[in-house]
């Protein structure tokens, strides 16, 4: 019996239709498109404006353009996997309810939380459940409504972030694609650098703390960059040796699009071309969670069956990690 690999067959994606570009934000705070777009490569962001509308509604919609783009029969889905920072509400698993109503009513779900780094965990996850042959098939999600967590007076954070979702279906493969290799990382000195103060076990919500606006992201801009810069470039070209990759052996760039400084950092750690470097931030800001699978949705057609991905996250905590995965299918 040939040994089991975990590879992506589908993909799918969504971004809600509201554009905030940076002209907008320039009305609002004290910023400029040109101080944007040069310390970050953003130049518009998607937000989700409707009321009563939250990350599972960008997860569902994600997840039903890959069941579509895929021609997959939910009820065949196992497993979904809801990779978020900012879940509909505490305790109540968003995951269970986006398999609900997509209508995978054979599987189970859960929510993983690893801020920016959600989806490339999820991953590991997913891959594992799969290769473990107890499962066959695994929806991974990454989503996040960021816009619900953001001070649209703190120029800091309400430039980078905007809403989004992306999908990935994990299934076995018998030819060696899929996941090859993982390396994962975490350490607890950024806890005091990407944040929210309230609504915790430590702080709980009260009038106080939302006087005080404690309830939005804090970023402390310039020590994220820097572990970020280092992390997500280290991580990448410790993959690449690892499995004895040179430039010319990796065709594509999945890198978390948090910044576009750190994205060309990482790629020239990796010494790659810039076509081999696929960006989408321009457009949609750090979605979070969404970021590597709207990647993967946006650029689905540039894949070929045997292409070799790198994918690279950065995110608060501090989580950080590589992934190596051989892309397993040409898009008919």
């Given at each position: ?106 599987a189970f779900a859960y929510d993983l939380s690893a801020a920016c780094s959600s989806f490339l965990y999820g991953m590991s996850a997913a891959a594992a459940y799969i290769q473990s042959g107890r499962y066959k098939k695994v929806l991974l999600i990454g989503a996040d409504k960021m816009s619900s967590i953001i001070d649209y007076t703190d120029r800091a954070t309400c430039i980078i972030f905007g809403d989004g979702a992306g999908a990935v279906l994990f299934e076995p493969n018998h030819e060696g694609l899929g996941l090859q290799d993982e390396f994962l990382r975490s ?146």
């Open positions: 019996m040939s040994t089991i690999t975990a590879a992506i067959t589908a993909v799918g994606g969504y971004v809600p239709d509201f554009v905030l570009s940076n002209q907008v934000l320039e009305t609002l705070v004290d910023t400029n498109d040109e101080w944007i777009t040069t310390r970050t490569g953003i130049k518009e962001r998607r937000l989700l404006k409707e009321q009563g509308k939250g990350t599972s509604y960008l997860a569902i919609k994600a997840a039903q353009d890959l069941l579509k783009r895929g021609n997959i029969n939910p009820a065949e889905i196992d497993l979904v996997i809801m990779a978020t920072a900012t879940p509909d509400m505490p305790v109540a698993t968003t995951g269970v309810f986006v398999a609900t109503q997509i209508g995978a009513v054979n350490d607890g000195i950024g806890r005091e650098y990407l944040k929210i103060d309230a609504g915790g076990s430590i702080l709980p919500a009260s009038k106080d703390t939302v006087e005080n606006s404690q309830h939005f992201v804090f970023q402390d801009g310039k020590t994220v960059f820097k572990y970020a810069v280092s992390g997500m470039a280290d991580v990448s070209e410790k993959i690449m040796q690892r499995n004895n990759l040179t430039k010319d052996d990796i065709n594509w760039l999945i890198a978390h699009q948090a910044n576009k400084r750190i994205i060309d950092a990482t790629a020239s750690r990796m010494d790659l071309d810039e076509e081999k470097v696929l960006v989408n931030i321009h457009k949609y800001g750090n979605t979070t969670s969404g970021t590597l699978p709207l990647l993967l949705s946006d650029f689905e057609d540039k894949f070929k069956k045997g292409d070799n991905l790198i994918f690279a996250a950065f995110g608060g905590g501090f989580t950080w990690g590589s992934i190596y995965l051989k892309w397993a299918y040409n898009k008919q």
